[in-house]
């Protein structure tokens, strides 16, 4: 008997990689992203505090890698983000792609800790990317 | 100081707008003039390409004056892979014309004090001024050219700076 229903088999990878990153931990993390209302000479040299969104993803997988990182000492992390709660995001901010919203993110917060974004990878199959892997670094305290 | 410091990358960026208008970078959702304050920005993982960096570093202060004189050294860092179309093969071609972008708008060498945290901006009594810029040997990181020049930034402190 064969499956008759209407999936789109593109879509079995992104729903396998989700399952398994619910199972593994399923946290959240949450990207602190920049408005684009800064085209001001204020904003431009720090006076103006610019409107921020934080845009919550999940599931997400944060692992420590090994401890070669030796500038300043900070532990390096790895964030395996979600390609469609991703998408999600990307749509609801009205973004061309997942690079323009990492590349307006000031902060990754996960559990409470703030990260910096070292660089972006993804994995595709069939042609679309199923999972992000950021590449981060722990950030320092910034004054209340 | 922080006044002068405003005026001076205000007035490189006007200044960059005007004589390359092409030269941008879309930052934060916005695109602007390709030039941009590192400490004003998100931290960079990597400096971006083809656009000027301010970085601020050195201070000095004179005393022995009438009025307090505060120089802060300012860093310009740039860098550039060249351009796709001709696969990077012009990249020694960009730099030399950042090269001459940067001794242009470092001309002439002082600005008037704006007060940027007043909207809109305020003049203030004095003007910023600053000596020529030191530029630094070329250096070659794979396919990436990069130079800095060292400019020494002047100004005299006024009444509530």
Redesign the interface.
């Known amino acids: 008997m064969s499956d008759t229903a209407p999936r789109n088999p593109v879509g079995a990878p992104r729903m396998l990689a989700d399952a398994l990153l619910r199972s593994m931990t399923g946290t959240t993390a949450l990207l602190r992203v920049?408005?684009?209302n800064?085209?001001t000479?204020?904003?431009?040299?720090?006076?103006m505090a610019?409107t921020f969104y934080e845009a919550v993803i999940s599931p997400a997988v944060m692992r420590k890698l090994r401890p070669t990182w030796q500038e300043n000492g900070e532990s390096k992390w790895e964030l395996i983000l979600s390609a469609s709660g991703v998408d999600q995001q990307v749509n609801t901010l009205d973004l061309e792609s997942a690079q323009a919203l990492f590349?307006?993110t000031?902060t990754v917060t996960v559990a409470g800790q703030d990260y910096?974004?070292?660089?972006v990878a993804s994995n595709e199959a069939f042609g679309k990317v199923y999972l992000y892997r950021l590449l981060l670094r722990e950030a320092h305290q910034q004054a209340m | 100081m922080q006044n002068a410091?405003?005026s001076f990358?205000?007035a490189l960026?006007t200044r960059l707008a005007a004589i390359n208008p092409e030269r941008t970078i879309?930052?934060?959702?916005?695109v602007?003039p390709g030039i941009?304050?590192e400490?004003?920005e998100?931290?960079f993982?990597q400096l971006p390409n083809d656009v000027f960096v301010l970085r601020w570093s050195g201070l000095g202060v004179d005393l022995n004056l009438v009025s307090t004189m505060v120089a802060k050294q300012c860093e310009i860092i740039y860098q550039t892979c060249g351009s796709q179309s001709y696969g990077g093969l012009d990249r020694g071609r960009s730099l030399s014309k950042m090269d001459e972008e940067l001794a242009s708008i470092l001309q002439p060498f002082y600005t008037a004090k704006l007060d940027?945290?007043a909207?809109p901006?305020t003049a203030m009594l004095t003007k910023v001024f600053w000596d020529e810029p030191g530029f630094t040997p070329v250096v070659t990181q794979r396919d990436r050219l990069s130079r800095s020049a060292t400019v020494m930034v002047y100004s005299y402190q006024e009444q509530g700076e």
């Open positions: 920049t408005g684009t800064t085209e000479s204020q904003s431009e040299v720090g006076l610019t590349a307006m000031l910096l974004i070292e660089s | 410091k405003d990358y205000i960026r879309l930052l934060r959702g916005t602007r941009l304050v400490d004003a998100a931290p993982s940027y945290t909207t901006p």
